[in-house]
């Protein structure tokens, strides 16, 4: 009986192709953009978060107690080597890099400019968080007598700095005197991590160590896991175990990041469920008409010994087989335009100025999440069946056997 | 007349058709008059914050000052400048800056940053820097040392108002320059980086302690009317010949004017999405009304109404419902902008996210400008009329017999 309803179900919507394909086409339509949408602006949030871990927070940093609030020489982690142990035994662990920074200058023979030293071991860092993919100009590299440094983009702008330049850093050691150093440019880093694209000056650790009069001690270890769901289990076993330390996670770091994936997930669900409202209007309105002009032939069904169940069945199939097929061709599309932009990415270099100012990327990469499709689906299920409750409901009031005899 | 009329009648008759139609029209319209005056306002309020805090809406500098920062190329003749300046109309304020990077140190802190030498009396009409003041005073011209301090750098050199702290640096001639400022008053604009960064004293005193008598980084310029800054610019750049160059806050903040327009550029692509499923919606809906009056249309045909008669008849219909949902829209729209213009909304979530850029603002007031609430009415009416013209012109194609005979 079903399989009859069911092409009772098709065959009406085949004598209103036109129509039928009207509101398949808008589902589609809709569903196509909106994962386009999501995907899109998800990668674009992602890849800030992403750059912010990797050129600085890692997924948990460890920092000596107070040196957040006043960044110096007095407030270091003094036992660096024991707490690397602990991270390599740990098997969530996938890497970690230790780091001495210290607020100076920089100045170059007609410019000068507040900079940030980060004294860093760059093989380190590199296979930590991949630093050398940020490298837009010049080696990455120190130079064998370790006399190179690498500058932030926008500090290098801001000084007009070039790969070769010669400069001067100079800060205060732990003796607290003023300490200087000559470096030349050796590369020139984009990491779109802002505050270290605006000041940071990357140089050797140990001439680092040297100058600031530090032979031990680091200001800050940067941890990254195989698995991100972890964060908040090591992060609370390594706070319980080196408890005189401040052990952060990233979003505690960078507050402003989460804030941003939150509010682009609010923003994602309000567009998601007023496309979705309103294509439930479209749906409703079609299958509002398509029971009412049918008003008779259901009277000569119900006539016949067809139950009102079977025809609620065979409505409902009507509109889940206008939602499915929606959703189908608009999860292809959208599906297929999602890929593009995951491989290819969305170039937007046209808008790199103020890409950069926002610490983004010029080229956003698109993700591409099950949970798309699995929600897109529900939402469409959702729509397709709340928008035939109502005519059927009209449907039950208006006795179609009755509706026989009218003209 | 006779079709507004019919085309009138007919609203009445599909009462529930044309109730949806005005309602979905309205819904659009309200939502792109209400996102564009508060896209357009929130981005006011974010360059206006950022371009009024200290920047200023002109700077002029050196021709090649931009490229080469250098103390090569200053403005050598501030007194020139400010004769030009002063010949220039539309101008209500200005004065020459000197900005340049030293090393503070306080007690055991050393911290880079910018000492700049301002006109104090004057900054209180270029800059938000006297409004932005938390403690202390705000200086006055021949205080001497006295610094007026960033509340983060303050923080970070831990000094308050009444202590002592030195700097160290190079005067414009290269010469090496250093001294002891006593901390007058601290200020906190909301811009982290440059409340982090910025300290400030009587440009009278930095001139006799940097060698910059008669010299300036640049000048900055108050135009009478804000908007009228390029106009201003213009003018100015005509009475200082090649020596020197003005330019409108449109291009010293480039990246941030930009990062506005890929901003706006994504709301509109998110609306399109939006709108795309109500035009269809509107669409559908014509159409369900148009098809279930073939019959009427056939009887119209056969009595001897022309073709184009039944589609003024049909689009006139159409034309009155978007004006009516337009209408409608545009004033839930503009009504809704008034009252956030006068009510900025407050957006206490995004207050981290909007320091992280350097924008702030945590309360964004809509514009309410009506002549562009009148152009995206207009344009509301031109694409709903446009929706609805497919069925309209396919009913009108039918033949009168079978438009009879149309089931």
Known sequence: MFNVLLRIALASLQRRLARSLLVIVMIAMSLWGLLAMEGLYDGMTEQVIDNAIRSDSGDISIYGQGFRLDPGLHHLIDNGAEISTLLHRDARVKSHVLRLRQDGLIATAHYSRNATLMAVDLAAEDRHGRLASYLVEGDYDFGEKGRGALVGFRLADKMKLKVGDKIVLSAQNSSNEVAALALRVSGILKTNNMALDESAVYIDLARGRDMLMVPEGVSQISILLHDRQEVMAVRQKLQAELGNLDVRSWDELYPALMQGREMMAIFNLITSLLVFCVAGLGIFGVMLVSVLERLREFGIMLAIGTTFAEIRFMVFAESFILGLSGYLVGSLLGGLTLFYFYRYGLDLTMFSAGLDAFGMDTVTYALIRPGYFGTALAAVSGATLLSVLLPLRILRKARPMQAINRI | MIFIHFALRNIRAYAVRSLVTILLLSLTTAMLVFATAF??????????????????????????????????????????????????????AAAPRFETFVLFAADEKAVGGMLSGIDFAAERRLSRLASSRTTGRYPEDGDGNQLYLGYELARRLQVEVGDELAFVGTGADYSFAADNLEVVGIFRTGLFDFDATAAFVGKDYFDGVMAATNYATHFIVQPEDPHAADQVTA???????????????????????????VDSIFGYLTLAVIFVVIFFVVLIYTWLTVFARMREIGVLRAVGTRPGQILQMLVAESALLALAGVVLGGMIGAGLAWYFHLHPITLAMSEEVFKQYGLAASSMPTTFAPLIILRDMAMMFVLAVLSTLYPIIKANRVKPIEAIHHV
């Not at chain 2, 981005?43 to 809406?57: C, F, Q, R, T, W």
């Not at chain 2, 005509?238 to 990062?259: D, K």
């Open chain 2, 39 to 92: 896209m357009d306002g929130s981005h006011d309020k974010m360059l206006s914050n950022a371009v009024e805090i200290y920047p200023g809406y002109i700077q002029i500098t050196h021709p090649d000052f931009r490229a080469k920062p250098s103390l090569d190329n200053l403005i050598f003749d501030v007194e020139a400048v400010a004769r030009a300046v002063a010949a220039t109309p539309g101008i209500a």
């Open chain 2, 235 to 261: 003018a100015l750049n005509e009475r200082l010949g090649r020596h020197y160059v003005a330019e409108s806050w449109r291009t010293t903040m480039e990246g941030l004017v930009q990062a506005m327009l």
